[in-house]
């Protein structure tokens, strides 16, 4: 039997949402001795319905052999109905819009994709990285709770603010660009009797909508923004997090005050900015950033697919320099990065699901009621799942 090529290369990676256990599952494939470190302390139940389109995202899963699963998980997700405070429908979009070819909730595809890995990862659950120094030979990682390990390798997928980007490349401020919205989401029961199909309300920098919970129609999600400055805030302070989306929509009608009661009782909620990740390079020396926390976008569309297939190619041009780390980090990244940039180019999602202004949103609304917008809308989505060709990497079937 050949050795693997990753055999003995010890990986740690920050991050256990989704890009982190796809890079365990494919590092493992190759041999890898993998560690996933992850501050929350377990795997997290929030975060929205998430989308894979085009056949480069389903040729992925289809070898991580989780397609036909995912598929069995389908939201059925995407449409979209927009009205007045009176209820009245404005537009409607259809699945197309949104949903890709297919749409998950984001815990589901988590849970899968970490399950998936778990039996040769190691896991340390509510930890962090709290200090990375390269040596001659490879990192030596301080933990905030599990002493100190040395690493070959250490990957951030930690997400638009990545701990192991500002440790190993510098200030948050140097990379993540805010763009002037903000984005909460939420559970509370379903007494309104919505169905799966969103409706969304807007006001001029202002959004709210609410839908059932495909699991569970007793339970309904909703999802809000609202044009802000950066704020300055503890990630940690649930109440405050929640102060913050309660002084954005007070006095707002439609359903908002029923859904603002919700709130205050919800154990959970996600909160954070729009914003962009821009890194002039994805690597430094030992240490390489996956995802979000390289190439990010705040809700763009095709951020979680593009992290599955980035999280295939790092994994296979490391295995395809035997565990060169110069080679294989570069040619991840100059493999990768013109692929990222379709999407990421651009993309502000708060310009269209909140129009700052009045006029913006009327244009919009207007836009969108008309059949030829539907149509134009639709066509530039599906432009960015344009393939691109998946190279092939010979990982050791013995483990697959």
Known sequence: MSVPALRGLRVLISGAGVAGPALAYWLARFGADTTVVEVAPALRTSGFAVDFRGPTHLGVL??????????????????????DEHGRQIFRLPAEFAGGDIEVLRRDLSRMLYERSAERTDYLFGDVIANAAETADGVQVEFGRHGSRAFDLVIGADGLHSGVRRLAFGP??????????????????NTLGADATPRQYNVPGRMVSVGADHRD?????VFAMFTSRRLDYDWHDLDEQKKLIADAFTGLRWHVPHLLDGLRDAPEVYFDSISRVRVPAWSSGRTALLGDAAWGVTLGGMGVGTAIVGAYVLAGELAAARGDHRVGLAAYENRLRPYAARWQRGANPGRFLAPASRLGLRSR????????????????????????????????????
């Open 62 to 83: 289809e070898k991580m052999g989780v397609l036909e699963e995912l598929r069995a998980r389908q939201t059925h997700g995407g449409a979209m109905r927009c009205v």
């Open 172 to 189: 948050e401020q140097d990379y993540v660009r805010h763009l002037g919205y903000y984005l909460a989401g939420w559970q509370l029961p």
């Open 217 to 221: 129609p007793d339970r309904a999600g």
């Open 365 to 400: 609304n207007t836009l969108f009621a008309s059949r030829l917008g539907r149509r134009l809308l639709i066509s530039s989505t599906k432009s960015l799942a344009t393939d691109t060709g998946l190279p092939e990497y010979a990982a050791d079937r013995t483990l697959s």
